[in-house]
C-alpha cells in the first residue's frame, strides 16, 4: 500500500499561536508535580519535560502566559539562565531556554497568577454542593496560563503528574483517574497516549463516580449525580455505536465530568475525561449530542489533530458530521435530520453575518486566524460548513466508500496532526482516486478558499420540522392556542418552533405561550435561553426574573452571548444586561468575561 503517512515530526508548517521551536526542540513527555491551594487560588508546579532536540539545537522555547517562573534547571540540577520575552496580549510570553548537546530533561518551578486565564476557582456558594472547585479550560492556547509548555496543536507528547490537593477533594485530569476521594489528597495520573497541549485538563472537587459500563462513567458533585445518571446512563452504547463507526477507541477509558454551571463551553473533549455542562441535563436525554459530540473528538481532533488553529474545521467540522452519525444510528434519520436542519440555519445566519460585518474571510473552511486570539474561529463555519462540506462528500462518493475512507484516514493519522492542505491531498488520493470518481468542479475552491455558501451546499428536509411549521400555522390562523400540537415534540422540536415563529406575533401570543406551556419556568437551558429571547423581544416582563437567575447561574458563553446581545439592543435593556452582569461576572470563566466584556463595553479596570 502506498505510504501517505505524515510524520510528527512534519513541522514545516507553521503554527503562528505559538512561540515553540519545534524544528530545534520539542517536548517528548511531561511529569508534573503541582500543589493546588484554594486559600490563594494558585498552583505551584516543577513541569519536568524530557526533550528531543536537532542536531546544533541551541534552545527550547515553551509558550507562557502569566506565569511566575522561578528557577529552571537542566536534568538533576544543572540551573540555568533562562530569558522571558516581552509579554503579548493574546500569545504570552516566550520562555527561551538554552540547551545543550546532554539536555536529557528540562525543569521548570513555577507559580500560576490569579488572572490565570484557563483556570476557574470556584467558591462553595457557586457548586451545586457545598465545597469549592477548580477546573482548567486548555483550548485554545489557555494551556500556557497553567503549565508553562510548547502550546501548539502540532506537538504531542506523553504526560504524568502528581497533584496534591486539600482534603476531601478528588483530582480528575485528561489521563487515568481515579474513582474514589483520597484521604490525604494526593494523586497520580498517567496519560500514555501522546496528546497535544490543548487537551491538558484538571478538575478539583467534592466528586463521585457512577460507573455506566465497561470502560464508561459519569463523575460529578454529589447532588448532580441522579440528574447526570438519568441523562448519561447510555454512555457505554455511545462508545460502541461509534466504534461501529470509524474503529476502535483508542483511549480506554470514556468518562463524562459533569462540571459546575459556570463551564463556559458545552462540552470540551478532554480526552479520558470529557468535560460537560450541567446544562445538558434536561432529564429526557434530549441534549446528549453533546456527549457524541466530544466522544466524536476521541477520533477527530484528539487522535487526528488539526495541524494550527487555522485549520480548526478539521477538527470540528468533521466531529459535528461523526456526532450525527452517531446520533442517526442511535435515534434514527429523522432525528439526525432534526439536528442538519439546525446545523444549516445556524450556517446560513452566521455566514451571512460574517459576510455583512466585512469578515467575509472567515468564511472559508481554511482560516487565517494570524494576529487574533484563534477562539474567533469558533463559528459555525468551521462546525457547520465543515460538517456540509463532508456531507456533500458523502453524497458523490456514496456512503459506504465514505465510511471506508474515514476509518482509514483516522487509523492512518492516528496520534498524528494534519493540515487542510494534506488532508485535501489525501481526500483526492483516497476518496476520488480509489474510487475512480471526479473531483466536483471547483470543490476546493468554493468550499476551502472561498466563501460563503456554495451552490451544491447539501440541503436537509426534516419531516419532524414540517409539522412544527403546520403546527404554527394552524394556531396562528385559528388563534386558538389549543391547536398547537406539541405533544410529541423533542428540544429540537420545540427549538425550530422559536426559530421559525414569525417576528409578526406579539405581546399577547407570547402571554398565551407561557400560559399554556409555562416556558418562563422550563428546566432546559436551550428551550429557556430561546424563550428569554423572545421575551426580550417583545418585552414580556414576566421572564425577566427567570433571565436574571438564569444570566446570573449559567456561564455557557454560547447563551450568555445571544441574550445579553439581544438586551443592549434597546436602553432600558442596556441598563439592566448591565445591572445583571455585574453581579453575575463574578461568575464566568475568562472565556466568557472576556468576550461580554468587549460585547458589553464593560470598564474593567
Ligand atoms: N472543542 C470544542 C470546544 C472549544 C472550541 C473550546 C474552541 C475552545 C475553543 C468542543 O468540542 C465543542 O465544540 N463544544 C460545543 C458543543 C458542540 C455540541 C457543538 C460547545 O461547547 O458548544
Ligand atoms: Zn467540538
Known amino acids: 500500500m502506498e505510504n501517505n503517512r505524515i510524520a510528527t515530526t512534519d513541522f514545516e508548517k507553521n503554527d503562528h499561536h505559538s512561540f515553540a521551536n519545534p524544528k530545534e526542540a520539542v517536548i517528548t513527555h511531561l511529569i508534573w508535580s503541582a500543589n493546588i491551594d484554594f486559600e490563594t487560588k494558585i498552583i505551584k508546579a516543577v513541569a519536568q519535560y524530557d526533550i528531543r532536540k536537532y542536531p546544533n539545537a541551541k534552545e527550547i522555547i515553551l509558550d507562557t502566559k502569566n506565569l511566575q517562573i522561578e528557577k529552571v534547571w537542566r536534568n538533576e540540577n544543572d540551573t540555568v539562565d533562562f530569558e522571558l520575552e516581552e509579554y503579548d496580549e493574546i500569545l504570552g510570553q516566550a520562555l527561551h531556554i538554552p540547551i545543550s548537546k546532554d539536555s536529557k530533561t528540562i525543569n521548570i518551578q513555577y507559580k500560576t497568577s490569579s488572572n490565570a486565564e484557563a483556570l476557574q476557582w470556584l467558591n462553595a456558594q457557586q457548586t451545586a454542593g457545598d465545597a469549592p472547585f477548580l477546573f482548567t479550560q486548555s483550548q485554545a492556547i489557555l494551556c500556557r496560563s497553567w503549565i508553562p509548555i510548547q502550546d501548539s ?44 497541549a490543548y487537551l491538558m485538563a484538571l478538575a478539583v472537587g467534592n466528586l463521585e463516580y457512577y460507573k455506566t459500563g465497561s470502560n464508561t462513567g459519569i463523575y460529578a458533585e454529589p447532588t448532580t449525580m441522579e ?105 434514527g434519520k429523522d432525528y439526525a435530520e432534526m439536528l442538519a436542519s439546525i446545523s444549516f440555519k445556524e450556517l446560513k445566519e452566521e455566514s451571512k453575518e460574517l459576510i455583512n460585518n466585512g469578515n467575509e474571510k472567515d468564511t472559508h473552511l481554511k482560516l487565517d486566524l494570524d494576529g487574533r486570539n484563534p477562539d474567533v474561529g469558533m463559528t459555525a463555519i468551521a462546525y457547520d460548513k465543515g460538517y456540509f462540506f463532508l456531507k456533500l462528500l458523502e453524497e458523490v462518493s456514496g456512503r459506504e466508500n465514505f465510511d471506508a475512507f474515514l476509518k482509514q484516514y483516522f487509523k492512518e493519522h492516528a496520534f498524528n496532526s494534519i493540515n487542510t492542505e494534506q488532508f485535501l491531498l489525501y481526500l483526492e488520493q483516497n476518496l476520488f482516486g480509489v474510487n475512480e470518481l471526479e473531483t466536483p468542479s471547483n470543490l476546493f475552491s468554493n468550499w476551502v478558499y472561498g466563501p460563503g455558501l456554495p451552490d451544491n451546499l447539501p440541503k436537509p ?21 389549543d391547536t398547537l400540537n406539541t405533544e410529541k415534540w423533542s428540544t429540537h422540536e420545540y427549538l425550530h418552533f422559536f426559530h421559525v415563529l414569525p417576528d409578526s406575533i406579539g405581546y399577547n401570543e407570547v402571554s ?46 454560547k447563551f450568555l452571548m445571544p441574550i445579553y446581545g439581544e438586551l443592549i439592543k434597546s436602553e432600558s435593556g442596556k441598563r439592566l444586561a448591565l445591572n445583571i452582569y455585574k453581579k453575575a461576572r463574578q461568575n464566568y470563566h475568562y472565556v466568557s468575561y472576556n468576550s461580554l466584556d468587549k460585547l458589553l463595553n464593560y470598564p474593567t479596570n
Not at 445518571?229 to 468518562?255: C, H, M, P
Not at 429557556?528 to 418585552?539: P, S
Open 512 to 557: 398565551a405561550l407561557d400560559n399554556k406551556f409555562d416556558f418562563t419556568n422550563n428546566g432546559n437551558a436551550e428551550i429557556l435561553t430561546e424563550w428569554i429571547l423572545l421575551a426580550i423581544k417583545k418585552e414580556y416582563r414576566p421572564a425577566y426574573g427567570a433571565m436574571e437567575i438564569f444570566l446570573i447561574n449559567t456561564g455557557r458563553k
Open 461 to 481: 428536509n426534516s419531516e419532524r420540522f414540517k409539522k412544527v411549521e403546520e403546527s404554527i400555522a394552524d394556531w396562528l390562523t385559528t388563534e386558538n392556542i
Open 227 to 331: 440528574k447526570a445518571i438519568t441523562d448519561l446512563e447510555d454512555l457505554q452504547s455511545f462508545v460502541e455505536t461509534a466504534e461501529n463507526l470509524y474503529g476502535k477507541y483508542r483511549w480506554e477509558q470514556f468518562d463524562v465530568l459533569v462540571l459546575p454551571p459556570s463551564f463556559p463551553f458545552g462540552g470540551m473533549e478532554n480526552p479520558r475525561l470529557t468535560f460537560a455542562t450541567p446544562t445538558i441535563l434536561s432529564g429526557d436525554k434530549s441534549l446528549v449530542s453533546l456527549i457524541a459530540h466530544e466522544l466524536a473528538h476521541s477520533w477527530s481532533g484528539n487522535l487526528v489533530t488539526n495541524t494550527t488553529w487555522n485549520d480548526f474545521w478539521l477538527n470540528e467540522g468533521f466531529t459535528v458530521y461523526f456526532e450525527y452519525r452517531i446520533m442517526e444510528a442511535l435515534y
Open 153 to 196: 496543536p502540532g506537538i504531542r507528547f506523553t504526560y504524568e503528574a502528581n497533584v496534591k490537593v486539600p482534603e476531601g477533594n478528588l483530582a480528575l485530569m485528561s489521563a487515568e483517574n481515579p474513582q474514589k476521594i483520597d484521604s490525604i489528597g494526593n494523586y497520580r495520573f498517567k496519560m500514555q497516549q501522546p496528546i497535544p
